[in-house]
């Protein structure tokens, strides 16, 4: 479709009158200022908050800074009243004259000085954000500001946190490590199931907990860089059924849906928490599922095996555009969680967490790509309608108990059945084409761990894992292409291929902190991992099998065992620490494929060293320098090739291998939490001295791909992000930037070795109001730029821009406005814009019981959106499909 830039001018109108009514609004403020003092001394930390006249509501509150200077702002208008309170000091209320317009107003204070006695009870008012050592507490209720539905809106509302697109949560660079509610984990890196169910109603508390332990034993002991959140519920949410249950339907299009049900109880000893959602209007209700069945966590303590997965082979052209979600997933999509913590005893708790998930996923998209390959140049068209069918069954429990105050045993077990059909009709140059995938995958995975305090900074931890988990795929084409690969007389094809993997493994991990702060590790253990590859290429005229090239199947079986110890210590010299590390590795490596028996027994060092400087409280240095030896896998050494998706078949190296690599790490952070500036820069720099590459003959209708070993690969990147909160304008600041550059060399149509340059830029902005009054803004922008540069250059750049409002006319109405921007520079001008808004009104009848909304999305109805991309062989600009306006009426409804 083609893009009518006459009918969408009139936004850019409408955003410039929006921006200069934001402006009016943010420095069209009352500002009222002054000094405390008391007792003829300046008064520091003491509380100032303005209400209205009769001390029903707080429009605003602050607290004075070391030289006893306040300042408050609101863009309201009337009489209100000041109230001052600190330690040792009486109350005072002053009421302020009538304001009309905006004005600067001093009042400085004096307060009357009184000691505390014993038996006094001083109330203050609550501060939106306390620090108490690692924990930092944020009041809900500050932050609110009417619009919000689930626990995902309240959390992208709180300063300091990050909340992607996707739903990922970060603080800097790092994401968190779970959402707890009234400290239990239901869903570990599965949080999305929560925040985006969960209603951010009884939410009264959001408590951010920093150098935060999975294992309790471990606090105070390990060095912990993770980052958890904690949910306090408000005092009637808890030890009740409650829940609530939205339901909307489509006004002006056909069979839109959305059902979404939340039913709850958090007591004291026991929690449920049931949740349901069905809709086809686009909601991605689950996030990425792997991260709930497998939850990875990187160098901690009896992690053994989190790392460990059977990869599936092949995969159909599912890949969407880059837009919010809810715009291009075409779904159907039924969710069903039981979830459940039992306090059996005071030592014995028990989780279970049972989930389904059913979905049909439809895609469409048109592609034109122009390959260029030395004196070799073709293009291709595809034209894609497919759709996706996929059933997920998981079940986990979790058994913790408390052998005594110093012993923990921890039991999880796990279980998943995926099932997954695809099919697609492709359009390829003319030719029309059938592709069908059938894929399952079935996990069995148990995990025992004992922990063992033996001293009170001394911990022992043993952990065993077994693994067994299945990737069987069935694959079809009903038209024959590859008559270029093949002599034969044949009409279709076929492919079945399957990886099987067994883990098993077992690992003792001593922690020891000395008395200096110095910290002692050392790790023992085994594991043993077993993959069977197998692969089955048939060329078939009808249902009649023609052939089944010798070249094209594959039956390896791939055997490593991996014999380690590792020993880290960590050198405290004041506020200097230095990591010393060294990882030593015996593998014993074992390939069966047919009848042909390999074996080696490498043996390697992998060290690191690293540097941390804690300058002061508000600056911070870490570095590190690691050399780093991995062994190859299955899908690196398989003999033979297989087909890998349409027109692509890839073989391995057919030979052992251990990839070297060296890498080197510069952190630096500014702030803490509660400041109000904070800001991280990220450097990383990693040598590949020897990488897997590609040997590959590029056609028309084919792409052949081999493995080769190449020596010589860099990668830099760079990722630096500052928030800045300015209490002129009750706005918080986000600032980014990043950028990265590689190098890696190829083989392209028997060409010598090609050298390849990547580099990439990106930065951006995000302004966020948090008015206490009626209006709200958020308003972003981030662009992007890319190049590819071989015997040829190709480069692209991009940029995305938003606006998002939020009115609040009453207690009872509000309604917001989101806005998208989207510029391409490489494509035709008629195609490289897209303008997007949707709107989102909300009555309450009665509140924290019942409210209708009125939903509408992408009121443009803009129906196709494109994008550009290049590599090192080829460009593409690519049309996807986006789903096409509707307007949602809603009911939710709250018991």
């Known amino acids: 479709m083609k893009v009518n830039l006459n009918k969408v001018n009139p936004l850019r109108i409408k955003v410039h009158i929006l921006l ?34 009769n001390n029903s509501q707080i429009i605003a509150y602050t607290t004075s800074n070391e030289k006893g200077y306040y300042e408050i702002t609101t863009n309201k208008k009337g009489k209100f009243v000041l109230v001052v309170s600190a330690l040792n000091y009486q109350p005072i209320s002053i009421p302020t004259e009538q304001i009309e317009v905006a004005e600067k107003i001093e009042k400085n204070i004096a307060l009357i000085y009184k000691p505390i006695e014993l038996k006094q009870v001083i109330i203050v008012s609550e501060r939106p954000i306390t620090v108490k050592k690692d924990t930092v507490t944020f009041l809900a209720k500050s932050f609110l500001q009417g619009n919000e539905q689930v626990v995902e809106d309240l959390l992208k509302k709180i300063p300091g946190l990050n909340v992607t697109s996707d739903g990922t949560i970060k603080v800097g660079n790092e994401e968190v490590e779970k959402v707890m509610i009234d400290g239990d984990d239901f869903f570990e890196k599965g949080y999305k199931l929560l925040t985006k169910n969960m209603p951010a109603s009884p939410i009264e508390k959001v408590e951010l907990y920093q150098h935060y332990s999975n294992n309790k034993h471990l606090k105070g002991i390990e060095n912990s860089e993770k980052i958890a959140l904690n949910l306090k519920l408000k005092d009637d949410a808890k030890r009740i059924w409650f829940g609530n249950m939205q339901l909307g339907y489509g006004l002006i299009t056909e069979n839109r849906y959305e059902v979404r049900g939340n039913l709850m109880n958090f007591g004291k000893k026991n929690k449920h928490y049931i949740l349901a959602n069905l809709n086809n209007i686009g909601f991605d209700a689950t996030g990425d599922i792997n991260y709930l069945i497998r ?27 880059n837009l919010r979600q809810k715009k291009i997933n075409f779904n159907n999509a039924e969710l069903l969680s039981l979830n459940s913590i039992y306090t059996i005893s005071p030592k014995t708790k028990l989780k279970m967490l049972g989930f389904f998930n059913s979905d049909v996923n439809d895609f469409f998209k048109n592609s034109f790509q122009s390959f260029t390959v030395g004196n070799v140049n073709f293009k291709n068209t595809e034209d894609i309608v497919g759709r996706k069918v996929k059933i997920t069954g998981f079940g986990k429990i979790d058994l913790t108990h408390d052998i005594s105050k110093t012993k923990t045993l921890e039991y999880t077990g796990k279980f998943n059945r995926t099932d ?31 922990t063992s305090k ?52 077992f690992e ?109 409280n508000k600056n911070k240095i870490l570095t590190s320098y690691s050399l780093n030896k991995t062994n190859a896998t299955i899908l690196d050494v398989y003999d033979n090739s297989i087909h890998t998706g349409f027109r692509s078949f890839s073989k391995g190296t057919s030979n ?132 590819v540069k071989t015997t040829v250059t190709n480069s692209f750049k991009d940029n995305m821009s938003f606006l998002d409002l939020s009115f609040m006319m009453s207690e009872k109405f509000n309604f917001q406005i989101q806005t998208e921007r989207y510029y391409f520079g490489n494509l035709e001008r008629q195609y490289n814009k897209y303008y997007f808004m949707d709107l989102d009104i909300k009555y309450i009848v009665k509140e924290n019981n019942l409210t209708f909304s009125l939903s509408g999305q992408n009121l443009f109805n803009t129906e196709t959106f494109r994008n550009y991309a290049i590599n090192d062989i080829s460009v593409s600009k690519t049309e996807y499909k986006l789903q096409p306006r509707y307007m949602l009426i809603k009911m939710d409804f709250r018991f």
């Open 20 to 53: 200069l009514f934001i402006s009016t609004i943010s420095f069209g403020q009352t500002h009222i200022f002054g000094i405390v003092k008391g007792h003829g001394e300046i008064i520091s930390q003491a509380n100032i908050v303005l209400k209205t006249d």
């Open 454 to 505: 033996l001293k009170k900074n001394k911990v022992v931890l043993i952990s065993g894992r077994y693994i067994n988990e299945k990737t069987p795929q069935s694959y079809a084409v009903n038209q024959f292409i590859y008559q270029d690969l093949f002599n034969q007389n044949t009409n279709n094809i076929a492919q079945t291929s399957e990886n099987k993997m067994q883990f098993a493994g």
């Open 295 to 321: 939850p990875f966590r990187f160098n901690e303590p009896a992690s053994i095996g989190d790392n460990q997965t059977a990869n599936t082979i092949l995969g159909l052209q599912s890949e969407t555009a």
């Open 656 to 787: 052992f291998n251990q990839l070297d690599a060296s890498s080197v790490l510069l952190n630096y952070t500014y702030g803490s939490w509660g400041d109000k500036f904070f800001a991280n820069t990220f450097l990383l720099y990693s040598r590949n001295h020897n990488f897997f590459s590609t040997n590959t003959l590029v056609a028309q209708n084919y792409s052949e791909s081999e493995k080769i070993l190449i020596k010589g690969r860099g990668f830099l990147t760079v990722s630096s992000n500052m928030d800045r909160y300015f209490k002129s304008i009750s706005s918080n600041l986000k600032l980014t930037f990043g950028g990265s550059k590689s190098n890696y060399k190829n083989i392209v149509n028997n060409s010598d070795l090609r050298e390849i340059r990547n580099s990439s830029l990106n930065y951006g902005f995000e302004l966020r109001s948090g008015f206490s009054g009626f209006f709200n803004y958020h308003i972003g922008s981030k662009w992007n730029y890319n190049k």
């Open 508 to 616: 003792a991990h001593l922690l020891d902190r000395k008395n200096n702060g110095e910290l002692l590790e050392i790790q023992f253990g085994n594991q043993f991992r077993k993959d069977d590859l197998i692969s089955h290429f048939q060329l078939k005229s009808n249902e009649i099998i023609i052939n089944e090239p010798l070249d094209y199947q594959n039956q390896l079986s791939y055997f490593t065992n991996d014999l380690y110890l590792i020993t880290k210590y960590r050198f405290k010299f004041n506020k200097i620490s230095v990591l010393t590390q060294s990882d030593l590795h015996q593998l014993f490596n074992k390939a069966e494929n047919f009848e042909t028996l390999k074996t080696e027994k490498p043996f390697f060092i992998n060290p690191k060293l690293g540097f941390e400087w804690e300058i002061n």
């Open 420 to 450: 997954e059909k695809n099919r697609s009709d492709l359009n390829f140059n003319g030719n029309n084409i059938n592709e069908k995938l059938q894929s399952n995958n079935q996990l069995f995975d148990q995990k025992l761990v004992l």
